[in-house]
Every structure is written in C-alpha cells, then in structure tokens.
C-alpha cells in the first residue's frame, strides 16, 4: 500500500516537473487535511488583505478628501454598491468598523487577487456571487474613498 | 511481491525521467531548431514577433494578423459597415461613410501605408484607400480604430493611393480612372485630350495624423496605377506608374496594350508645394466629404468641403518627368535608399529599374525625348539602371530587405524572385500558390526594411484548404528570408481580396495599446457617468434613454412610458474601468445592430417600436457569471397613452444612495 502511493508521489512529481511548456504552471493542490479542515475563522478586524497597501494610519477626518472621495465613489463604484442597502454588493454602511483600512483598499485595488486569495473576499463573493469589478482607481483615490466610508457610520 | 514492486517503481522512474529530458532539450535550440513548424509556432499565451495589417480588398476593411503565426486577431471596419462593431450602424460612426454621394456603406479597400518618421515604420497610423468612391482613411494604432476619412474629389478609381512620404508629410491619392475634371455631360468618346488624372497631395497633420487636400495636381488622363515615395536621397520625389498612356476609352485589354512602353510619373512634390505655397495654383468649386471622429465624443461629424486647389503641371516647369517603362507598368517600388525606382511590366519578363542618380542627370543635362501634353519625357536608356531578366512572367510588386536585396511577385508564373540590387542577378525563386499579387516585407518599402519574413498575398485559392463551396478564402504565404534561399513556412487564410499589407515589429505598435476610455475624459453628450446620471427624456416624439452597464445589469433597466410612434435613442454608457470588459446590448425588433461597447465608452442605437407590449434588451457580450441576468424591458403603450415616462433599477430610483 505504501509503496503504491509511493509510486503515485513520484509519478505526480515527475509529471509536474516535466511539464511541456516553458512557463511552468502551478496548480494548488489541497491535501486531504486541508479539505476536511474547515476555513479558519479570520478577525476581520485584524486582516489587512492581499494588495498594494500594508499600512494605513488613520488620522483626524479631512473634509477634502471625503468630498473627493465621495465624488469618485459615484462615479466608478456605485453602480454597484449603495451606502444604505445591499445592491450587486454589500451596503458600505459601517464599513469602516467590519474592515480593516488596509483590507478596504487592497479590495477596491486588487479586488482579482482577493477574491481568489483572501477568505473574507472568498466568502463575500460567495454571498453575492458577482466579483468585485477593478475600476482602475488608483491608490490616492482609494484612500479618499476610505476618509469618505469613515463618514457612513 | 514488495521486491517486484520495487522494481516496477525504479523502471517507472527511469522512464519517467528519459521521457522529461528529451522534453527538455525540445525546449531549447536542438534537435527540431529548423523545423519549419517551430519558426511560425508562437507557444499559448505568447506574443508575434510582427504585427500585419492586411487589406481587405472587396470587403473594405483592414485585417490585423500576427507574424510568423498567422493568426488573426481584429477586423478593423473602415469602408464598410460592420455589425460585430456596430460601425456604421450606431449614431457616432454613420457620419464616417458619408459621401458627396450621400452614405456609402462599402468600398474597396487595397494599400496601407505605415506612417513613418525619418524614414522608419513609426507604428502612429494606418493610411489605407478606398478605390471605388475615392477615399482615404487614418486608423489610429492606439485603438485600432478608423478615426477619418477624406473623400478625394476629381478622381476615380482611387488607386495608386495611399502611400505616406518619409516623414509622413503627405499621403497620396491618385486617379486610376480619367474623368473629365469637372464632372460634366460629354460624349465618352471624346476622352483623349480632354480627361485628366488628378494626383492629390494630403497634408498630414504632424500632431494628429489629420488629411487635408493641400493640392492636386491635374496630370494627363493616363491610368495612375501605383506608387511609392523617394527616400533618402529621392526624397521630395513621387513615383507613379502609368499605364493606357494610349487614352483608351474602351476595350483597354486590348487598346491600352499598344505601346510598348508606357511611364513612370517622376513627382518633385516639394517643388509644387512651394509653387502653392507661393500662391500658385487654382481653386476651384468642388464637393467632398471630410469626416473625423473625435475619442473625447466617441463620435464623428461629416463636413462637406466645397472647394480643391488644383495645379496644371505645365505651369510648375521642372516638377513633373515622365520616365519610359515598358509594357504597362503595375508596382512602382522604391529602394531603401532610394536610388532604384523599380517598375514592373505586368506584360514582360523583366523587371525595369531606373536610377535616381541619372534621371537627375539628364533632367540636369536637358536630356529630353519629346514631351507628352507639355511634361518633358526622358530617354529610357538614360535613365535605366538595368533588368532584372528573371525568367518569370508577369511581374508586379517588389519589396526589399534592407540587406541589399529586393523580392518581386510573378503573377503569371505564380512565384516570388529573390534579385540582387545592383547587379540584377536572380538569387532564388520559389512558387507561390496561386497567382501572386502583393508582397510585403515589415518596413519593407521604407528607409529601414525589417527583412526577416516575405508575406505573399495571392488572388487565387484553388485547393489549399478544405473547400467551401463556390467561393474560397484568399491564401497568404509566409516565406523565412534569412537565409540565401527563401523558406516556405506557412499559408494562412485571409479575409476579403487582399491587396497590399503593411507590417511592423510589435513592439514599436503594442506598447501604445489603449485598454480603456477614461470615464472622466468622456465628453459624450448623452453620456451617464454614473447610474445617478442615467435618465428618460421626452422631447415631442423623440425619447431619448441615457443608461449605463455594468458587470451584469443596466440603469434603468425598467422603463415605462414608451408609445408607439416613438423614435427612441438608447445612449448607453459601459462604467467598466477595466481591461477586456466590453458589454453589448440589443432590443427586440431594432432596425440596426447590437452595440459593443467599450469600457468607458458611449454609443447610440436608434429602436422604433411598431407594437404595443412589454419588450426585452439584453447585454450580447458575455461578459461575468451573471451575464444571462443582463437583461430589462421597455413597456410600449399606444400612442397618445398617459402612461408617463418612468425609469427606474430594483424598483428603486437610479441616484438611490
């Protein structure tokens, strides 16, 4: 018995290793302890995501930067999400007290790798079935729209 | 047992191994490096080395190919209307295919042309000429997209067109077809004499790439048939090959095969420009459509010119030669240096190359052989650098590799002849299958040819693929010219007729890629930027729907208020700020076609509704997991109805928060 999964480790690792293309391409493999374990349970509050941004420091609100932030989440993310009910996506309402600020922006940058990556996007695109869209903001401007979440409390 | 196991296993592995390094070693340089299979095979998800831009002939449009693999990538629309694209069916591009005849909706698309700076491809835009109602059209290479289209006025058969100068300071448009200039009711057998052949000159743009007229020049009513610019040393020059310098107006198969030579229109365009320049020339009333279409608007506006400024070549003394070519001469192609002006007799054997160098010698010297309606005609043996004696039958295009050599296309004998400049010896030849017309080397009829692959393009399929019934596809070849001797590599399909191709390295093209329109630079005047701006106006029977779409619903996507009778403009605005999300949309009994709209784009589609009831749209472009759900209705009341116009998402207004 050992011996025959032996030979099914080597035939697995040979295969992979001999790969015809030149790009080798990793496909995630699960182990059967990993499938039987139930997805870890993660405190929102602690989990900065998967992205660009690895720290953000919160300081007082600035007014300016609400305003803008508002403008730009009109123009290229509400058609999807609304502040006060659950659209296409969640309700932004309290936003700020579920999330880090860190994992807000890293979903509004790099919502691809999130929803492939990160478990909290993992099961929030389970719940709503429709991925996040990239809208190509860039990092400044997903900070404004941060300072402006902060004020939908 | 555990022992024979072991055995089995220690075997499996070996094999497993000498299987993997054989796979190894195809990877790189080894064993199959000359395989033919190898030089055209572009592993998934790799890129062309070249990108081919190929005329698509009778069906009016430019085809975008990867080199070596062949593959096809877009159908660009230019003279035609294209319902994939909804070019010429929505309201933003209907204004590019007007005419002083009014909408055209086809023509015949034959020669793109690269613009080039000093000489060298610049990958900017794409001139290419529509042969039946004259026009010329810019294809910008940042989207890949017609963006203008000039209708050329006095001119008929819009052929040796639409090649660019150097530096892109003109594109060329000449007349095939005598007219009488001005159109006017006269017998067809008084053509001798009294038809001209315009060659108009379109002043490039250096900042946009815009064409505007700068000047045509009213030549005798000989067939203009191709061109090519000077370069080098020639530039400032234009050559066009001429054939029925006998003025035939009937039967030319035969009439227009009298002499046995006809010329090449030698062109000093600098020195007529600077005749106009100085206020030479003549205006006179005319009647053509310039058509522009702005990214800001995502749309076209249509302007009729009213007035062309015309030269009578006698006027400009030493502008214009005519040089003797023999037996009706088709391509007309210029070396990298610009000292050969090669001319090829569709009728002959031989491929005639004149010199730069004595041509400005005898024009020096006041070397004359008799004049034809007052331009001065040069001594053929004067001129002659020499003859390439290929052995072929029935040349007609050349290009060259930059190294020295040229490559001409032999319609009758269905072959390309590798020849050396200079000398004229026959180098190589190798069939074609069948009946070659263009070639096209990248860069290859510019100062710097990239000389690695010959694509020849031939009129006539026959058994190449699987049939298809009456009617084939057109076959293109691929040749590797590397080496000393040409190399078949590949044949393709290619959609249309194709005439001639212009090709470039992908890296000077694909780096300038547009992915997306910014939302915020959109300047449509319907256009919703957000689903709060979406809206339904009435204005008398006219309805007017600003909307948008986004992964995977529209806003409004109910809408109430509609009558029969109405004249209802869906302006639809896609939110999508990302790479590769077009969405479509379509409604039910529309007498148009879908839209597909790009990320950050606007466009319209007119919808009449004929009948009473509550009718569906719905997105055409699969576009997320959720497509299917991309759909609304529109419920259409009979007219005088009081249903009010109401629009709204989620039984919720558009700008709920």
Known sequence: MKIKLAILAILALVVTSCGGDKKKVEYPVKSKTEIATPAKKVDPMTDKGIGPVTSITLGELDQAMVTEGEQIFKAKCSACHKISKRFIGPGMKGITERRTPEWIMNMILNPEEMVQKNQIAMDLLKEYNAPMANQSLTEDEARKILEYFRTKN | ?657
């Open chain 2, 1 to 657: 047992m555990k022992t024979l196991f072991k055995s089995v296993l220690a075997l499996l592995t070996i094999s497993l191994m000498v299987v993997s390094c054989v796979q190894n070693s195809n990877d790189s340089s080894g064993a199959l490096s000359s395989s033919k299979a190898e030089k055209v095979y572009v592993a998934p998800g790799e890129h062309d080395d070249f990108y081919a831009f190929v005329s698509g002939g009778f069906s009016g449009q430019l085809a975008v190919y990867g080199l070596p693999s062949g593959r096809l990538f877009k159908v660009i629309p230019v003279f035609s209307v294209d319902a994939e694209k909804a070019y010429g069916f929505n309201e933003e591009t209907k204004p590019m295919l007007n005419t002083s005849h009014g909408f055209i909706p086809w023509d015949d698309a034959h020669h793109p042309d690269i613009s080039q700076t000093n000489g060298v491809v610049d990958g900017r835009y794409v001139y290419i000429n529509g042969n039946n109602t004259p026009r010329i059209a810019k294809i910008d290479l940042t989207t890949f997209e017609t963006t203008e289209i000039i209708e050329i006025p006095n001119s008929a058969g819009n052929h040796s067109s639409s090649y660019v100068t150097e530096n892109t300071e003109y594109v060329v448009a000449g007349t095939r077809f005598g007219v009488p200039v001005p159109q006017r009711d006269m017998p067809i057998a008084e053509y001798k004499g009294n038809f001209k052949g315009a060659l108009s000159f379109l002043k490039v743009d250096p900042e946009d790439g815009g064409m505007d007229i700068k000047f045509q020049i009213l030549m005798p009513g000989f067939d203009y048939d191709k061109a090519h610019p000077g370069r080098g040393d020639s530039h400032g020059w234009f050559f066009f090959t001429t054939y029925n310098s006998e003025e035939a107006h009937s039967l030319l198969e035969v009439n227009a095969s009298q002499n046995d030579k006809d010329f090449i229109a030698a062109v000093n365009w600098k020195k007529i420009e600077e005749y106009v320049n100085n206020g030479g020339g003549k205006k006179m009333p005319a009647n053509y459509a310039h058509n522009v279409y702005d990214e800001h608007t995502h749309t076209a506006t249509s302007t009729m010119k009213k007035e062309v400024l015309t030269v009578d070549p006698t006027e400009v003394p030493g502008a214009i030669y005519f040089l003797p070519t023999p037996k009706s001469p088709h391509g007309c192609d210029v070396s990298p240096t610009g000292e050969y002006i090669v001319g090829s007799g569709k009728l002959s054997a031989d491929v005639t190359v004149h010199s730069f160098t004595k041509m400005m010698n005898a024009i020096n010297n006041k070397k004359f052989d008799g004049d034809a309606y007052g331009i001065p005609i040069l001594n053929y043996e004067d001129i002659l650098a020499g003859s390439v004696k290929s052995g072929g039958l029935g040349p007609l295009h050349t290009e060259f590799d930059g190294k020295g050599n040229a490559y001409t296309t032999f319609f009758i004998s269905s072959e390309v002849v590798k020849w050396k400049l200079g000398t004229w010896e026959v180098i190589d030849r190798k069939p074609t299958y069948y009946s070659v017309g263009h070639l096209m080397i990248p860069g290859g009829n510019s100062g710097q040819p990239f000389g690695k692959y010959v694509l020849a393009m031939n009129k006539i399929t026959k058994d190449r693929y699987l049939p298809t019934g009456p009617e084939v596809t057109q076959s293109a070849q691929l040749y590797d010219i590397t080496g000393e001797k040409m190399e078949l590599l590949l044949d393709f399909p290619t959609v249309g007729e194709p005439h001639y191709a212009a090709g470039i390295p992908a890296d000077i093209v694909a780096k300038n890629s547009r992915k997306i329109f910014r939302l915020e630079e959109n300047e449509h005047p319907y256009a919703a930027k957000t689903e709060a701006e979406a809206k339904v106006v009435r204005k008398g029977n006219e309805v007017h729907i600003n909307m948008t779409m986004i992964r995977s619903h529209f806003a409004p996507d109910n809408i109430e208020g509609i009558q029969v009778g109405d004249k209802v403009y869906f302006h639809v605005t896609n939110l999508e700020q990302d790479y590769d999300v077009p969405h479509g949309i379509s409604m039910i009994g529309a007498n148009t076609s879908e839209l597909l709209i790009m990320p950050g784009q606007t466009e319209t589609f007119v919808w009449e509704p004929k009948q009473v009831g509550v009718w569906p749209f719905y997105c055409t472009d699969f576009c997320s997991a959720l497509h299917q759900e991309m759909q609304g209705y529109v419920r259409v009341s009979p007219k005088g109805s009081s249903v009010p116009i109401s629009f709204t998402l989620d039984d919720d207004a558009v700008d709920a928060e």
